[in-house]
């Protein structure tokens, strides 16, 4: 199994930035496809962008042009990037291992004036 834990959210007023990350454990990191997924209370759980051990990236559509996903290996670190950010993306944001039932205790993000 790998432990992933996630850091960086807050609050945050529209139009701002934040940078999450999520610290991953074990030495096969660098081979897995890693997500961000966020759940809004009452809501289903919607993936956000994921990338690849070949470092390609897919990006939900609501997010495209704003958020950046990145990996740094040496560290088993995934960041996510978040510019522009909305009231509409408050949600708490999760680490995920593609395929696996490994997921993050997540951060909380809030977006608001």
């Known amino acids: 199994q790998v432990q992933l834990v996630e850091s960086g959210g807050g609050l945050v007023q529209p139009g701002g930035s934040l940078r999450l990350s999520c610290a991953a454990s074990?030495?096969?990191?660098?081979?897995?496809?890693m997500g961000w997924y966020r759940q809004a209370p009452g809501k289903q759980r919607d993936l956000v962008a994921t990338?690849?051990?070949?470092?390609?990236?897919n990006y939900a559509d609501p997010v495209k042009g704003r958020f950046t996903i990145s990996r740094d290996n040496a560290k088993n670190t995934v960041y996510l990037q978040m510019n522009s950010l909305k009231p509409e993306d408050t949600a708490v944001y999760y680490c995920?291992?593609?395929?696996?039932?490994?997921w993050g205790q997540g951060t909380q993000v809030t977006v608001s004036s």
């Open positions: 074990g030495s096969l990191f660098r081979f897995y496809t």
């Open positions: 990338i690849t051990s070949g470092f390609g990236t």
């Open positions: 995920h291992v593609s395929g696996k039932d490994y």
